[in-house]
C-alpha cells in the first residue's frame, strides 16, 4: 500500500510564503505523476498543479499559475509546492495525490478520479 504524508502547512499572512512537502512510502516513486488539489471551506476540491513522473513537465491550474510551483526529488520520494504571493482565496486544505503514470505519458491528469492515492490533507491559511 501507498502513503502520502502533507506537511508544510500553516497561517500566513497575504502576500507570504509558504512550503508543502509530501511524502510518499514505496520503491515506486518515480512512476508516479503527483498532483496537488484543494479544498477551501464549505466548496468542492479542485485542480492546483501536477507533474509528471520525471519532474520535467508541470501543469497548474490558472489561479495559481506564476505564484505556485510543483517540483519533486525522486530521490527522496517527495513532491512540493511552493507557493508565493498568497493570497486569502489561496486558504484552503491542500491534498497531495498520486497516479500510475505511463512512462512517455502527457495526460495532465486534472480530475480528482484519476489519481488512486491520497494524502490526509495539510491545512493552509491565508489572512488579510
Known amino acids: 500500500q501507498v502513503q502520502l504524508v502533507e506537511s508544510g502547512g500553516g497561517l500566513v499572512q497575504a502576500g507570504g510564503s509558504l512550503r508543502l512537502s509530501c511524502a510518499v512510502s514505496?520503491?515506486?516513486?518515480?512512476?508516479?505523476?503527483m498532483g496537488w488539489f484543494r479544498q477551501p471551506p464549505g466548496k468542492e476540491r479542485e485542480f492546483v498543479a501536477t507533474i509528471n513522473r520525471s519532474g520535467g513537465n508541470t501543469y497548474y491550474a490558472d489561479s495559481v499559475k506564476g505564484r505556485f510551483t510543483i517540483s519533486r526529488d525522486n530521490a527522496k520520494n517527495t513532491v512540493y509546492l511552493q507557493m508565493n504571493s498568497l493570497k486569502p482565496e489561496d486558504t484552503a486544505v491542500y491534498y497531495c495525490?498520486?497516479?500510475?503514470?505511463?512512462?512517455?505519458?502527457?495526460?495532465?491528469?486534472?480530475?480528482?478520479?484519476?489519481?488512486?492515492?491520497w494524502g490526509q490533507g495539510t491545512q493552509v491559511a491565508v489572512s488579510s
Open positions: 514505496g520503491r515506486t516513486f518515480s512512476s508516479y505523476a
Open positions: 495525490a498520486a497516479v500510475n503514470a505511463p512512462v512517455y505519458g502527457r495526460y495532465l491528469y486534472q480530475r480528482s478520479d484519476d489519481y488512486d492515492y
